[in-house]
């Protein structure tokens, strides 16, 4: 991380800006960051890349170009509305809104839910943690978890877990590679093991798990904690009539992905040259790329962007050209 008393000159203007990614281990995840994704790590076991994080602590630092060292934190206290979008920065401050991660699942993961923002605010003193989640590859008959089979109560889902039927009830969801799913606070779920995907979410670490397998961790030789008194109270037991999300993959356009209070995702596949104009948009940009490759030329400068990798353009750029033969991007935004 760069000192704060080294000064980032008015020379320094904001460009496209990718970030070095912070590994995360898990007790369930794999190698596929490694084998899929091209990421460089030598441990086992990490099942989580944060790309674009602001959370404390674990804060991503700027990869390359004169900003290099920088944290998210640092450049929007420097940059303000330049960075984040002038409304942006109005109602978040020197906070990021958004934390990007590609997630990859050997084993599942528990069954979890998160709190609303005012549970996160009044509990945590933190946001909520509402999510989505594309899903990059998923081995045959790989499955996530999304709310419930059948509508229940708060004593049955009680009896479930001392039981230990909690499974019987959830409800299931094979999926395959471009799938997309928004997870809003209270929703009951879990992803299962063999899929990778990329999760959009607000700035949030709060977790409930409800149901671990009764996984052990070594380190600790114990159960990971559960924290079902926290969680009961904050769980959606409504049944959804769907949960997956249906989208147009039309060329050369922003298709309208999943779209929330809290963020706006949208679907590009980048087929030749495409313009994008963000002049009018008061927000800060990011692009996932889950599949193929692509290069962004800006002010006369080309960066490349390959499947795996994310890049954050500063609100004050106003337009990219995309030049492709073939990519699918996620585009985010506020």
Same mark, same amino acid.
């Given at each position: 991380m760069v000192n704060l008393t080294q000064t980032?000159?008015?020379?320094?203007?904001?460009y496209p800006l990718k970030f070095k990614p912070l590994y995360k281990y898990k007790i369930w995840?794999?190698?596929?960051?490694?084998? +899929? *994704?091209?990421?460089? /790590?030598? $441990?086992?076991?990490?099942?989580?890349?944060? %790309?674009? =994080?602001?959370?404390? @602590?674990?804060?991503?630092?700027?990869?390359?170009?004169?900003?290099?060292?920088?944290?998210?934190?640092?450049?929007?206290?420097?940059?303000?509305g330049a960075f984040l979008g002038t409304s942006v920065y109005n109602t978040f401050g020197n906070d990021f809104p958004l934390l990007i991660k590609f997630i990859d699942a050997k084993t599942p993961l528990s069954i979890q839910v998160h709190p609303s923002n005012e549970i996160a605010i009044e509990r945590h003193n933190s946001f909520g943690k509402n999510e989505m989640w594309y899903v990059m590859q998923a081995e045959?008959?790989? +499955? *996530?978890?999304?709310? /419930?089979? $059948?509508?229940?109560?708060?004593?049955?889902? %009680?009896? =479930?877990?001392?039981? @230990?039927?909690?499974l019987n009830v959830m409800h299931n969801e094979v999926v395959k590679k471009g799938d997309a799913f928004y997870i809003p606070t209270g929703y009951v779920h879990a992803i299962g093991a063999g899929v990778l995907l990329a999760e959009?979410?607000?700035?949030?670490?709060?977790?409930?798990?409800?149901?671990?397998?009764?996984?052990?961790?070594?380190?600790?030789?114990?159960?990971?904690e559960l924290h079902t008194e926290l969680a009961k109270h904050v769980i959606d037991f409504e049944v959804h009539e769907n949960y997956k999300t249906t989208y147009s993959k039309a060329p050369n356009k922003s298709n309208t992905l999943i779209h929330s209070p809290y963020f706006k995702t949208n679907?590009?596949?980048?087929?030749?040259?495409?313009?994008?104009?963000?002049?009018?948009l008061d927000s800060f940009v990011i692009y996932i790329c889950v599949d193929g490759s692509t290069t962004l030329q800006w002010n006369n400068n080309v960066f490349s962007l390959k499947r795996g990798e994310t890049i954050l353009l500063p609100a004050a750029i106003e337009n990219i050209l995309l030049s492709s033969d073939y990519c699918q991007l996620l585009e985010v935004y506020l």
């Open positions: 980032i000159t008015q020379s320094m203007t904001l995840g794999g190698n596929k960051l490694r084998t +899929e *994704l091209g990421k460089s /790590f030598t $441990e086992e076991n990490i099942g989580e890349s944060w %790309e674009i =994080s602001d959370v404390k @602590n674990d804060e991503n630092e700027v990869l390359e170009g004169e900003l290099k060292g920088f944290t998210l934190k640092q450049l929007i206290k420097k940059y303000k045959k008959e790989a +499955e *996530l978890i999304v709310g /419930f089979k $059948e509508q229940i109560t708060l004593n049955q889902f %009680e009896s =479930s877990l001392e039981n @230990n039927t909690l959009i979410q607000q700035t949030s670490d709060i977790t409930y798990r409800i149901y671990d397998y009764d996984r052990i961790e070594e380190a600790t030789g114990l159960k990971r679907f590009i596949q980048v087929e030749g040259d495409l313009q994008k104009d963000y002049s009018t």
